[in-house]
């Protein structure tokens, strides 16, 4: 179970952070991470993929297929 701040059970409108999660795109085949704040990144295949990640914008036509857990650290991710 999750441990929840003091802060967030005093005032429960605070955003909840996302647990980050690992995708492929489906027409480009590249890495897509969606971080803990919620956002898109797009992993470059260069060493140290995080640092170079790319801002990634879903459309409606985007189409992401989730990948195990386990990718997290195999791609490094620092969460």
């Known amino acids: 179970m999750e441990e929840v701040s003091r802060d967030e059970r005093q005032n429960p409108m605070l955003p909840k952070k996302l647990p980050g999660a690992v995708f492929v795109e489906r027409v480009t085949r590249q890495w897509v991470v969606r971080d803990p704040e919620g956002n898109?990144?797009?992993l470059?295949?260069?060493?140290?993929?995080?640092?170079?990640?790319?801002?990634f914008y879903p459309t409606e036509d985007t189409g992401l297929d989730p990948v195990p857990?386990?990718?997290k650290h195999v791609l490094g991710l620092p969460f």
């Open 40 to 42: 898109f990144w797009i």
């Open 69 to 71: 857990g386990h990718y």
């Open 44 to 55: 470059t295949t260069m060493e140290d993929a995080w640092r170079n990640r790319l801002p």
